[in-house]
């Protein structure tokens, strides 16, 4: 189609026209000027008028609100958890459900971990959070206490997700510095008392037993593809292991946390700096006349009683078995009070997989703090693995295994000649 030049000349002003007319057609409002108008009001012409046009409807449309009728945009600033502390606060029974502790432990928790936290800041980069330090260990014991998603606390207590992850490092890293550590009974007279403690509370038969030891895998979310193969557990989960020793109170007196789910108990533990200590000389942590119990996946040691396999059986031996199922009950307790109270263990832990040893230490610390606290909680889970545990058969290949092994078998006699 050829133009003449009447058109050409003519600056496009037909297809002005015919431009104006659609833009028109669809929506012109009435505060919008013309082209003409603006010409006429600036004083000056303008080379295209098109691009006076667009740019005329743009800034228009810009500047009203997406929310229709020139309204103002609504204010999306987050409480930080302000109001859902106040609910918290409505009675002692509301806030130990929620934060599992009563409201007089959590002031001392508090008192203890205030001088890790931060104080309240303006939130800028590099800056301390808005949110108060007693807001911020709230809100992580939520966590904690019923685990899941953290979008689902966040969402509770009208967090950002990134500054919850920022809160959640910090009051890891003050629980496990404020709180008092783990620590296994060195001293003579400390290791008598848990005896006694074992004697007097569980009834053990006994004599000299301080701890308990055992291990429970805690979920975790699929590691790093270099991780994978190590944090597979037998149960076809990712996991990490918890391998700890309590005392006849349920407290931790010694954990191991962290390690990779393929790990197995006694592994574990023999590749601990615990067990290097106690097999070393003139530096052992137990003293003598005192014993650790354990279950049938670790090895026996003269320090450590496991029970007898079933075909090793016989009606002394059966005794003996009895007689150390009852306090080695304690452990399988401890940890389903351990997850039971803080459930962020007992289902998948949704968080980097670096960061699961502060949560289970943190736990633990939690565990042992409320216990010296007397703030008791009864709802308890099953931590087992959900399958019995093998008794491994005996064989004294080495010259300290034969002698736990002869150990073991005048315990025996002096317990079926003491109790028959």
Known sequence: METSSAELHDGGRSGTTTLDSSISAVSTPASVPTTSESSSSSGSGSADPELDLLFELCAHFLGRSRFGGGASRPNY???NGQAW???LLRSEETFKKRIR???ASFEHLYGRVRPFLRRAGDGKVGRPPTIPPRVRLLVVLFWLAHGGSQFVACEVADLAESTFCAILREVLAAIIKGLPPICFPISLASQRESAADFVSRLECRIAGVVGVIDGTLIRVQTPPAAWKAAYNTRKCFYGVLLLGIVDARKRFIWIRSGLPGSLGDSRAFKESAWYERQ????GRVLHPGHVILSDGGFALEYWLLKPYPQQQLTPKRKFYNYCISSPRAVVENSFGLLKGRWRVLHDKVSAETELV????ESCALLHNFLIDEEDEWVDVVDAT???????HPDVGVTRAYQMALRLRDELVEHLWAEHH
């Not at 097999?279 to 003139?282: A, L, P, S």
């Not at 040893?357 to 289970?360: G, K, L, Q, S, Y």
């Open 385 to 391: 693995d959900g399958e019995p545990r093998d008794v």
């Open 101 to 103: 502790m009563s409201v």
């Open 85 to 87: 502390v106040a609910r």
């Open 77 to 79: 600033g987050r409480d």
């Open 357 to 360: 040893p502060a949560i289970v």
């Open 279 to 282: 097999q070393t000389v003139g």
